[in-house]
């Protein structure tokens, strides 16, 4: 039985969710590495979440460790290919790292690999997964689809479809989607909706081309919040006004 926390009392919105992090999340002020704190401190709001009832599976990027960019150009040692498989295992790292923070938090996890790696984690398995979520275990989705050339925006979205989770939970270090980056444009304008399409026609960054449409064929809505605020992850969970939501048309905000 999840452990009870001061969630218990707020309605749950959605039953299952994929919750997106950057490597940098697990990072300090560098954005290199990984950092103890940060990561404790995210595993505490996951606990939060999870005793609300929700089912969560992550996915975490690998940027703190290796972006395969480092490795472009016509003279790079590396093919990017090569350098996107590097990525993933990035991502492994983290993963790795994550489910001993959150396991930390009394909390029971699976690492699952989109790449082979029996002695770290399990195989990804829809079936299985879908049963470790429905069993109340916290699910870490690592290296990506499997594929290159394929970002863990997109591997979010994927997941999401497989899973049949709710929604895509981006977490993020702003409070939502602004119409400018709002470290660098004190004027920027934050969004409480956006459609898809406008997402796109605004050329808003809030995840890649191909993430988007995934979510906007399938339907699938997108949170973009601010991770950093002590429980806002429960409050995302609860469909609590946080962040910035993305949708259909028709169902903005709703």
């Known amino acids: 039985m999840p452990e009870e926390s001061e969630?218990?009392?707020?309605?749950?919105?959605?039953?299952?969710?994929?919750?997106?992090?950057?490597?940098?999340?697990?990072?300090?002020?560098?954005?290199?590495?990984?950092?103890?704190?940060?990561?404790?401190?995210?595993?505490?709001?996951?606990?939060?979440?999870?005793?609300?009832?929700?089912?969560?599976?992550?996915?975490?990027?690998?940027?703190?460790?290796?972006?395969?960019?480092?490795?472009?150009?016509?003279?790079?040692?590396?093919?990017?290919?090569?350098?996107?498989?590097?990525?993933?295992?990035?991502?492994?790292?983290?993963?790795?790292?994550?489910?001993?923070?959150?396991?930390?938090?009394?909390?029971?996890?699976?690492?699952?690999?989109?790449?082979?790696?029996?002695?770290?984690?399990?195989?990804?398995?829809?079936?299985?997964?879908?049963?470790?979520?429905?069993?109340?275990?916290?699910?870490?989705?690592?290296?990506?689809?499997?594929?290159?050339?394929?970002?863990?925006?997109?591997?979010?979205a994927q997941r999401a479809l497989e899973l049949e989770a709710d929604v895509v939970l981006k977490a993020t270090r702003v409070d939502g989607v602004y119409s400018h980056d709002p470290e660098k444009n004190p004027h920027a304008v934050l969004y409480d909706s956006l459609s898809y399409k406008e997402v796109v026609s605004k050329n808003l960054k809030v995840m890649d081309a191909t993430a988007i449409a995934l979510c906007q064929e399938h339907q699938k809505p997108i949170l973009v919040f601010n991770f950093k605020k002590d429980g806002n992850i429960v409050k995302a969970v609860s469909g609590d006004n946080v962040g910035t939501w993305i949708g259909p048309t028709d169902n903005l905000g709703s």
């Open 7 to 156: 969630s218990d009392d707020k309605p749950l919105r959605y039953r299952r969710v994929i919750l997106k992090l950057s490597g940098e999340s697990l990072a300090d002020s560098s954005g290199r590495g990984i950092n103890g704190e940060e990561a404790g401190a995210i595993a505490r709001q996951i606990r939060q979440a999870h005793a609300s009832g929700c089912q969560i599976a992550i996915v975490i990027g690998g940027g703190n460790i290796l972006r395969g960019a480092q490795f472009s150009g016509t003279n790079a040692l590396v093919q990017e290919a090569t350098a996107h498989y590097m990525g993933m295992l990035a991502t492994t790292v983290n993963s790795l790292a994550m489910q001993d923070a959150i396991e930390s938090q009394g909390l029971q996890t699976r690492v699952m690999s989109a790449i082979p790696m029996d002695k770290i984690a399990e195989s990804f398995i829809r079936r299985r997964a879908i049963r470790h979520l429905e069993k109340g275990r916290i699910v870490i989705l690592s290296g990506g689809i499997g594929n290159p050339f394929v970002t863990t925006d997109t591997a979010a």
